[in-house]
């Protein structure tokens, strides 16, 4: 089966401008989840989507937000970008919400604040 | 908190084995791990849930002692296959937790 996908791959934006990423999940799994990965700092939880509702939230400024629809797919938008911004993001699909269950990672998008 | 890793990098030969640990300062849940490729997505290894469970998926097997709140993964015979950064998350009691990451351990196998 398909795995889960993420556009664009990359993206260059300019600070003060917005950003909306998308994922799809594996066919079948309702929980989607977000992270942030920058060089050294692992990968930091932004929040988990499940049902189209928003389970859980990491310390992120509010300028970071998502949303799931119906069909699963979630999209994570970030305004004002900053220069910090920079940093791959990746999102994650499991069939549970919460963190007892497998998660599959998209390949990810690379953001680039200029 | 996020979860120490250690060592923070390692470079093996082909065939040696490594050690990788994993501790959190909280009671945990379940630990797993993952690997990720440079430029490729996290891959996943194993989950250990509470009960000190040792899992094993082919030569890497990881245990979980949930006294001293720390899992080890091991890799044995090592191949070029498993270069690679591996990461441990870390589940708590609550039943809503999120998982908290590791930085990551590189791992470089040389030929």
């Known amino acids: 089966k398909a795995g889960v996908t993420q556009t664009p791959r990359y993206l260059i934006k300019t600070r003060g401008q917005q950003v909306t990423l998308s994922c799809s999940p594996i066919?079948?799994?309702?929980?989607v989840s977000w992270y942030q990965q920058t060089p050294g700092q692992g990968l930091q939880f932004l929040f988990e989507?499940?049902?189209?509702?928003?389970?859980n939230k990491g310390n992120f400024p509010g300028r970071f937000s998502g949303r799931q629809f119906s069909n699963s797919r979630s999209e994570m938008n970030v305004s004002t970008l900053e220069l910090g911004d920079s940093a791959l993001y990746l999102c994650a699909s499991s069939q549970q919400s919460g963190g007892n269950t497998e998660a599959f990672f998209g390949q990810g998008t690379r953001l680039t604040v200029v | 908190q996020q979860p120490v890793q250690s060592p923070q990098a390692v470079i093996l030969r082909e065939g040696e084995d490594a050690v990788i640990n994993c501790s959190s300062s909280?009671?945990?849940?379940?630990v797993h791990w993952y690997r990720q490729k440079h430029g490729e997505a996290p891959v996943f290894l194993m989950i250990l849930l509470k009960g000190g469970e040792q899992k094993g998926h082919e030569k890497i097997s990881a245990s979980f002692n949930e006294k001293k709140q720390q899992s080890s993964l091991y890799l044995t015979a090592s191949q070029l296959s498993y270069s690679g950064t591996y990461f441990c998350?870390?589940?708590?009691?609550?039943?809503?937790?999120?998982?908290?990451w590791g930085a990551g351990t590189k791992l470089i196998i040389k030929p």
């Open positions: 066919s079948g799994h309702r929980s």
């Open positions: 989507y499940f049902s189209e509702t928003q389970r």
């Open positions: 909280k009671a945990l849940y379940s």
């Open positions: 998350g870390t589940g708590g009691m609550d039943s809503n937790y999120q998982l908290i």
